[in-house]
């Protein structure tokens, strides 16, 4: 059972369109991170929202953490080539220390 | 800045044999973490470590060992390497334990058993 689904798993676009995938949980979590990983790469956290209702931008990235803190989302406008990449959501559910990761979407931005 | 170092980049095992996956940090972070990421399925926390001498079983931890005897130095050894290993692993650092820290990861290492 995965506690943070994904969705879409897989998302291509073209250039300069915009774009939101999601993460959800039927769990309170703490806190959600959120990652994105390149090809032969790492993970690298772009950012982490604790807050319900909390919103916070990155350039041409918002990501919102839900009311009920069991979701949270990524929106990106005017897509470009450079955020191709796997976009992980991570977060502890209530009461536990440990990330639990979720499923991932898998993004392509096509010039 | 080399981070999180993990070395090989590569491998491809026979069933059954065993090797070491290593990982090394410079930025003295007392925690680190081994991960597996299969397609579609994130990542499962393996093994983790809050400091030298001290380890302790995540999600998947079966057909793993790990030892933690210097701050810098978080090692993965599988035994008898089975198909069901096959996967990329990857290690992260983090400074204190606080969940809202974010991970450092190394990466990776891509492992085949045949």
């Known amino acids: 059972t995965q506690l943070l689904e994904q969705s879409p798993q897989f998302l291509s676009i073209q250039e300069g369109e915009n774009l939101t995938v999601y993460c959800n949980s039927s769990?309170?979590?703490?806190?959600l991170q959120w990652y994105r990983q390149e090809p032969g790469e790492g993970p690298v956290l772009l950012v982490t929202?604790?807050?319900?209702?909390e919103v916070k931008k990155l350039k041409r990235l918002t990501f919102q953490f839900g009311d009920a803190r069991k979701d949270s989302s990524l929106h990106i406008t005017a897509a470009q080539p450079g955020d191709t990449g796997l976009y992980l959501c991570?977060?502890?559910?209530?009461?536990?220390?440990?990330?639990?990761f979720g499923t991932g979407t898998r993004l392509t931005i096509i010039p | 800045n080399a981070g999180v170092t993990q070395t090989p980049k590569f491998r491809i095992l026979k069933i059954g044999q065993s090797m070491t996956l290593q990982c090394t940090q410079d930025?003295?972070?007392?925690?680190m973490y081994w991960y597996r990421q299969d397609p579609g399925m994130g990542l499962k926390l393996i093994y983790y470590?809050?400091?030298?001498?001290?380890?302790d079983k995540g999600e998947v931890p079966n057909g793993y060992n790990v030892s933690r005897s210097t701050t810098e130095d978080f090692p993965l050894r599988l035994e008898l390497a089975a198909p069901s290993q096959t996967s990329v692993y990857f290690c992260?650092?983090?400074?204190?334990?606080?969940?809202?820290?974010?991970?450092?990861f190394g990466d990776g290492t891509r492992l085949s058993i045949l």
């Open positions: 992260a650092s983090t400074f204190t334990g606080m969940v809202n820290q974010p991970q450092h």
């Open positions: 769990s309170v979590f703490s806190s």
């Open positions: 929202v604790v807050t319900g209702g």
């Open positions: 991570a977060g502890p559910p209530f009461g536990n220390e440990k990330l639990t």
């Open positions: 930025m003295n972070h007392n925690y």
């Open positions: 470590s809050v400091g030298a001498g001290i380890t």
